[in-house]
């Protein structure tokens, strides 16, 4: 069974680090682009960071440029998003998903719609 969980999130200050994890089963991670995106109330989901299946590019949306970081552990078939100086505005929830096309990631990024095996969603909330 194709599966994607989430995990790492919770509630953290402003300036504080979380790292999440997106675990796969039921398939090879590094056959495909994993993408992170994050939807807060009464917002559209958006792409926040996606890494490449072959040559590992990593993609970020600017207003995470410099703070997140995306990594993938083949041996563990898993991608994480290090999440350094958190923001209010970064509170969301956080999903991760899979994405097997010609798009080159920047591109495939911007398009959520594109991504499959969505999990469940992880809570992210920066507040004081």
């Known amino acids: 069974q194709v599966q994607l969980v989430e995990s790492g999130g919770g509630l953290v200050q402003p300036g504080g680090s979380l790292r999440l994890s997106c675990a796969a089963s039921?398939?090879?991670?590094?056959?495909?682009?994993i993408g992170w995106f994050r939807q807060a109330p009464g917002k559209e989901r958006e792409g926040v960071s996606c890494?490449?299946?072959?040559?590992?590019?990593?993609y970020y949306t600017d207003s995470v440029k410099g703070r997140f970081t995306i990594s993938r552990d083949n041996a563990k078939n898993t991608v994480y998003l290090q999440m350094n100086s958190l923001k209010p505005e970064d509170t969301a929830v956080y999903y991760c998903?899979?994405?097997?096309?010609?798009?080159?990631?920047?591109?495939?990024?911007?398009?959520?719609?594109?991504?499959?095996?969505w999990g469940q969603g992880t809570q992210v909330t920066v507040s004081s």
């Open positions: 890494i490449s299946r072959s040559d590992d590019r990593t």
């Open positions: 039921g398939f090879s991670l590094d056959r495909y682009a």
């Open positions: 998903a899979r994405y097997y096309g010609p798009l080159k990631v920047d591109t495939a990024c911007a398009r959520p719609a594109f991504f499959g095996s």
